[in-house]
């Protein structure tokens, strides 16, 4: 198991406060403060997370509530995001979603339900109506 701070930024957000990193797994309860960003194997149950990040290689099986998540891995499990879920093209999630605003990218395998929460104004974007709003 690997958990390593970075110093850089990456796509203007901050740098992560935890990292599973390529090649680890971890099962069990992390409590994190910040961001969490998974690129190795998660498995067990994540508190007081802030953002969410699986990378491209990244695999999480856990059901989280997070403010923000950026998926570009593998999850199975449901994700409930009290802010934005990005769902980015190469995706693959299995299990529910709820969030106030979901962007998902052409090129996702979603198998579940989406539900939207009622606080904030967005909707739901959808592959070439994201690139149209990003201008």
Known sequence: MM???RSSEAEGQAAPSTVVGVGSSFRGTLMVHGTLRID??????IL???RLEIGEHGLMRADVEVK??????RVFGNIR??????MKQGAHIEGDVAAVSVVMEAGVYFTGRCTMLDTGSEGVQIGADLSRARG
């Not at 995001?81 to 990005?86: F, N, S, T």
């Open 81 to 86: 995001a009290l802010g934005v879920l990005e």
């Open 68 to 73: 923000e998540a950026v998926v570009r891995g």
């Open 48 to 50: 007081d997370c802030d």
């Open 40 to 45: 190795g194997e998660f498995e067990g149950d």
């Open 3 to 5: 958990f390593r701070s």
